[in-house]
């Protein structure tokens, strides 16, 4: 089945940009979901559609989708988007819905 | 609002079973799709099951195929997962998921049910 690869961790500094990455065999053609999930909460979706933001979700929260790779990109980081983020896809060869491992976004 | 609240969770040993319920408010369940996610201790996000707002399609993941049945209530807004042939490997927090219909995104996230395996 589909399998999407994402680094363990990431580490930004406040206020830097911090950009998390979602690996897959031509993922490009795919839309790409991203959620962020902080400890012992239920994940929030917070880019749909490799782009698009759902309300409520600051401006400084953006997507990419190209190639092999998708890309969150969180501009200046706060303290308060430390956590960790998962990709995931609808694999249309199985139905199935697939995640990536995670990231754990350290600030 | 919408809410999805997951109840059913707990102890059971290898080889029960368990049944999980999702009530559900602040929007027509009827017209959508739903699914079940779990995440064990420390570990990612999984998912395991989805089901069409008429429960017609229904599809399951492979560590759970055969033996989880994903099932709705669309009279009493509600979503069920019969979990039975429990292993350790189950243990996790189970949660109630709104969309992942084809390309869409899970939508809506319950706050999740601990299920713990014993062995």
């Known amino acids: 089945s589909y399998v999407l690869t994402q680094a363990p961790s990431v580490s930004v500094a406040p206020g830097k940009t911090a950009r998390i990455t979602c690996g897959g065999d031509n993922i490009g053609i795919r839309s790409v979901h991203w959620y962020q ?3 012992g909460q239920a994940p929030v979706l917070v880019i749909y559609n490799d782009k698009d933001r759902p309300s409520g979700i600051p401006e400084r929260f953006s ?3 190209s190639g092999n790779t998708a890309t969150l990109t969180i501009a200046r980081v706060e303290a308060g988007d430390e956590a960790d983020y998962y990709c ?7 139905d199935y819905r697939v995640f990536g491992e995670g990231t754990q976004l350290t600030v | ?3 999805l609240v997951e109840s059913g969770g707990g102890l059971a040993q290898s080889g029960g079973s368990l049944r999980l ?3 559900v408010s602040g929007f027509t369940f009827s017209n959508y799709e739903m699914n079940w996610v779990r995440q064990a201790p420390g570990k990612g996000l999984e998912w395991l099951s989805y089901i069409s707002s008429g429960g017609r399609s229904i599809y399951y993941g492979d560590s759970v195929k055969g033996r ?3 099932s709705r209530d669309n009279s009493e807004n509600s979503l069920y997962l019969q979990m039975n042939s429990l292993r350790a490997d189950d243990t996790a927090i189970y949660y109630c998921v709104r969309g992942g219909g084809i390309n869409l995104p899970f939508d809506t996230w319950g706050q999740g049910t601990l299920v713990t395996v014993s062995s």
């Open chain 2, 21 to 23: 319920s999702c009530a």
């Open chain 2, 1 to 3: 609002e919408v809410q």
């Open chain 1, 37 to 39: 999930q902080k400890p």
């Open chain 1, 88 to 94: 995931q896809v609808w694999d249309s060869n199985t």
């Open chain 1, 63 to 65: 997507g990419s989708n």
């Open chain 2, 68 to 70: 989880f049945t994903i």
